[in-house]
T-cell receptor
């Protein structure tokens, strides 16, 4: 079955540590996204990528980094510079270039907590 | 910049009754898409319904329908014959055509009372 796989489901970070959240899709989608979800704040865009080896900052990119070396993969690194990383992180993907078919598909999310 | 506003943090509805969730958005674009996503306790995001701005006809999907008022920039979701399984967070989202960038509101938590 096609879909988006996020791992791990739960992740704990120690002070000063970088952690990486994995996102893999087999939908052959060009675009991939990372959103952060905090209670009462909805989904906020961290980074997005529409093509391999290219990505753009979203609204809250500070303290995060991404790479897009393969079409299928879009890992997110939460760096030690992100002082409040505790949140639920959602990866998503979408088709590009198909008129009338624009919509987001989501993974099942990663809950990141600080120890 | 485009924004999406959901002014109802929480709503309740009796089972089998109808409820309407509100969403307003701000944009200067004329060609865009609007969405309602459902997030049940499992936290998996599920697309409920989608509306193209150029279409005057309101989208419907079984018990879910929208009231799209383009001039007022309003996009409400009506759930008819509410069921216990409809209890979830509902997010309104916007995307300007061709940008492939999706903006979400803060969500409305829907409780369904038996």
């Amino acid at each position: 079955d096609g879909g988006i796989t996020q791992s791990p489901k739960y992740l704990f970070r120690k002070e000063g540590q970088n952690v990486t959240l994995s996102c893999e899709q087999n939908l052959n989608h060009d675009a991939m996204y990372w959103y952060r979800q905090d209670p009462g704040q909805g989904l906020r865009l961290i980074y997005y990528s529409q093509i391999v080896n290219d990505f753009q900052k979203g609204d809250i990119a500070e303290g995060y980094s991404v790479s897009r070396e393969k079409k299928e993969s879009f890992p997110l690194t939460v760096t030690s510079a992100q002082k409040n990383p505790t949140a639920f992180y959602l990866c998503a993907s979408s088709i590009i270039g198909q008129l009338f078919n624009e919509k987001l598909f989501f993974g099942s999310g990663t809950q990141l907590s600080v120890l | 910049a485009q924004t999406v506003t959901q002014s109802q943090p929480e709503m309740s509805v009796q089972e089998a009754e109808t409820v309407t969730l509100s969403c307003t958005y701000d944009t200067s674009e004329s060609d865009y898409y609007l969405f309602w996503y459902k997030q049940p306790p499992s936290r998996q995001m599920i697309l409920v319904i989608r509306q193209e701005a150029y279409k005057q006809q309101n989208a419907t999907e079984n018990r879910f329908s929208v009231n799209f008022q383009k001039a007022a920039k309003s996009f409400s979701l009506k759930i008819s014959d509410s069921q216990l399984g409809d209890a979830a967070m509902y997010f309104c989202a916007y995307s300007s055509s061709g940008t492939y960038k999706y903006i979400f509101g803060t969500g409305t938590r829907l409780k369904v009372l038996a």
